[in-house]
């Protein structure tokens, strides 16, 4: 049973590409997602400091996809999967196995969590403790205009960057990164000169939508009967691209650990899967906050497109992590 006080589809601020880990974390648990709804692309594309550098996925392919269609298919697949679907449900409240709904009480074996950055089963649980936090604003809208490249941009600049996903033959994704709340997708665009000419006179398809970015590690996911799971497990900055992934695996290590009988090889599994984005989030976050470190990393990576594909391989998992480590240390 799944009980949640909004209604579906739901939309929420994002950069809406999928990495190839992502698409295969989505299958590992029966996610299957329609190519002819997104966007293929064929990797990452980094602008920055007078340099372009660009490497292709080890294996596979990103898809953009926007975020209203892939919640739709979300809640598809669940309704298909036998899943008691409760839309405009509020819950409002926990206590030992049961969850409080409007006028009755449900009683349940499990109690997840996965209602994002202000989770209220994690207060309600006594799990939100944090080891480390930290927050930045993110904006997005979409431009009606055919995407002039097959791979995911990011382009770097002071304290923000701003990602493009191509997401179907007609439209691109637009998101905005920032450390500070005031600056909109229009006042940041001046600073993007190449960016800025590419859109000049082109048409927003959309409104202008923003949330905030977190970079939450919790001291615990899991306390008796509850687990929590995607963002309200903690999360990390929504620079890796990593956050939808991340939830993808983690339903695949709750269920198994659900099936043991054990939350506690949740909590373990969690952990170790936090470690790869959250080297990443680090690596990133430096070339965001130090601007010498940008230009030096930006510099290198152009000089050297391969250390940048073997970052990017490590990224979305097809290389071991201590690849990252020697990858880094030749950018220095």
């Known amino acids: 049973m799944m009980a949640d006080a909004r209604r579906p589809p739901i939309d929420k601020a994002c950069g809406e590409g999928l990495m190839p880990d992502s698409i295969a974390a989505a299958g590992r648990i029966g996610i299957h997602l329609p190519e002819s709804q997104g966007y293929r692309f064929r990797g990452i594309r980094f602008h920055g400091e007078g ?18 269609a892939l919640h739709q298919e979300l809640v598809d697949q669940a309704g298909r999967a036998g ?7 509020t819950v409002t409240g926990i206590a030992d196995h049961a969850v409080r709904l409007p006028g009755r009480s449900v009683t ?5 969590g996965a209602d994002g950055t202000g989770s209220l089963v994690r207060r309600w649980s006594g799990l939100d403790h944090f080891s480390r936090n930290s927050r930045r604003f993110a904006y997005r809208k979409h431009f009606a205009c055919p995407p002039w490249t097959d791979f995911m941009e990011i382009y770097w600049g002071d304290a923000c960057q701003i990602y493009v996903t191509p997401i179907s033959a007609e439209e691109v994704c637009v998101a905005l990164i920032e450390r500070t709340p005031d600056v909109r997708l229009e006042e940041a665009l001046p600073r993007f000169p190449l960016l800025a000419s590419r859109l000049a006179g082109v048409p927003p398809s959309s409104q202008e939508r ?15 009967h509850v687990a929590l799971i995607g963002d309200a497990s903690g999360s990390v900055d929504a620079i890796t691209g990593e956050g939808l992934c991340q939830a993808f695996q983690q339903a695949a290590a709750l269920a198994d650990a659900m099936v043991a009988d054990d939350l506690s090889r949740y909590g373990k599994a969690h952990r170790r899967m936090a470690l790869r984005p959250s080297l990443m989030a680090d690596m990133m976050l430096s070339m965001d906050r130090w601007p010498s470190v940008r230009r030096r990393a930006l510099g290198a990576m152009a000089a050297n497109p391969g250390c940048f594909a073997r970052m990017l391989a490590v990224h ?13 240390l030749s950018l220095i």
């Open 108 to 112: 349940t074996r499990w109690i997840v």
């Open 316 to 328: 979305v998992g097809a290389l071991r992590t201590r690849h990252m480590v020697q990858a880094c």
């Open 51 to 68: 340099h372009r550098v660009a490497a292709d996925f080890p294996h596979g392919y990103g898809l953009g996809f926007r975020r209203i």
């Open 210 to 224: 923003g949330a905030i970015t977190a970079r939450a590690r919790l001291k615990a996911v899991t306390r008796n």
């Open 83 to 89: 899943v008691e679907l409760l839309w405009g449900t």
